[in-house]
């Protein structure tokens, strides 16, 4: 099992996929790999459903010496699970040696900002997530408001994330404004300097590009990237190469406090 190097001190450049096949995976995986991508992330909503087992799930672990994550939201477009279900395909990648798991805000109980404040939720969880350490992957914990928030907002919610035992934590909101983009900036920093946990703060919207660009010398620890567009994949993340020539590039990082 490989885990995600956490604390080394710079944004993991991670390709998201959605393959429709274990051979799909694998191609892009190595695709990933020789564009320099740090971690790959395997979606699992397209996965044909032959293929959504153990075996398939460490072929494609295997196929390329970089760490995994896994994850599969409320979108799946193969099956109708309910949350339960969804965790035993994540409980079944974990154990084929995927380093992260994604264990979204409002799991058991949908909710507003894909955050539950129900008591009962929390402590399943919880347990999940004591479960998923126990057989050794990590765990991020995502939401995805995707509308506009403050700084405060952003913050608090993480913060309630990282109480719950979660490796990492994750928020995907909108930034359409320039305020709403210099608030963005803002509310990245202020994670950098006041969370217990390494976060991954990203955006949608019309500045999302130039916000997971800026990300990477702000302290944001994992973001997203593509090796190329599909027409069967609705993801626009920037390129991975695009990701990599801005790193090369930037000289200037809060990783290193402000000086590289």
């Known amino acids: 099992m490989k885990y995600f190097p956490l604390q080394e001190k710079r944004t993991l450049i991670t390709n998201l996929?959605?393959?429709?096949?274990?051979?799909?995976?694998?191609?892009e995986?190595?695709?990933a790999a020789a564009d320099?991508?740090?971690?790959?992330?395997?979606?699992?909503?397209?996965?044909r459903r032959e293929d959504r087992n153990e075996d398939s799930f460490r072929a494609i672990i295997q196929s390329v010496p970089l760490p995994f994550m896994f994850l599969l939201y409320r979108n799946d477009q193969v099956e109708s699970l309910a949350d339960e279900p969804r965790q035993e395909l994540l409980?079944?990648?974990a154990r084929a040696g995927a380093g992260m798991i994604d264990v979204m805000g409002d799991l058991f109980d949908p909710s507003p900002d894909e955050r539950t404040r129900?008591?009962?939720?929390?402590?399943?969880q919880q347990a999940l997530?004591?479960?998923?350490?126990?057989?050794?992957?990590?765990?991020?914990?995502?939401?995805?408001?995707?509308?506009?928030?403050?700084?405060?907002?952003?913050?608090e919610q993480l913060q309630d994330f990282a109480s719950r035992g979660a490796d990492v934590v994750k928020i995907v909101t909108k930034v359409n404004t320039d305020a709403e983009f210099a608030e963005s900036i803002r509310t990245t920093l202020r994670l950098h300097r006041e969370l217990s946990r390494p976060f991954v703060h990203l955006c949608g919207g019309r500045f999302?590009?130039?916000q997971r660009m800026t990300g990477t010398a702000l302290g944001v620890a994992i973001t997203f990237g593509v090796h190329e567009y599909h027409d069967y994949a609705s993801y626009n993340q920037p390129t991975i190469r695009a990701f990599r020539k801005v790193q090369e590039n930037m000289q200037w990082s809060v990783f290193h406090d402000g000086a590289l």
Do not use: F, W, Y
Request: include cysteine; aromatic fraction near 0%.
């Open 118 to 124: 129900k008591p009962a939720a929390i402590r399943q």
């Open 91 to 93: 409980l079944a990648a």
């Open 29 to 31: 995986s190595r695709n």
């Open 129 to 155: 997530i004591e479960q998923l350490h126990a057989i050794g992957s990590q765990v991020i914990m995502s939401s995805h408001p995707l509308r506009p928030m403050t700084s405060d907002e952003v913050v």
């Open 208 to 210: 999302s590009c130039i």
């Open 36 to 47: 320099g991508a740090d971690a790959i992330a395997i979606e699992l909503r397209s996965l």
């Open 17 to 27: 996929q959605s393959p429709r096949t274990v051979a799909e995976a694998i191609a």
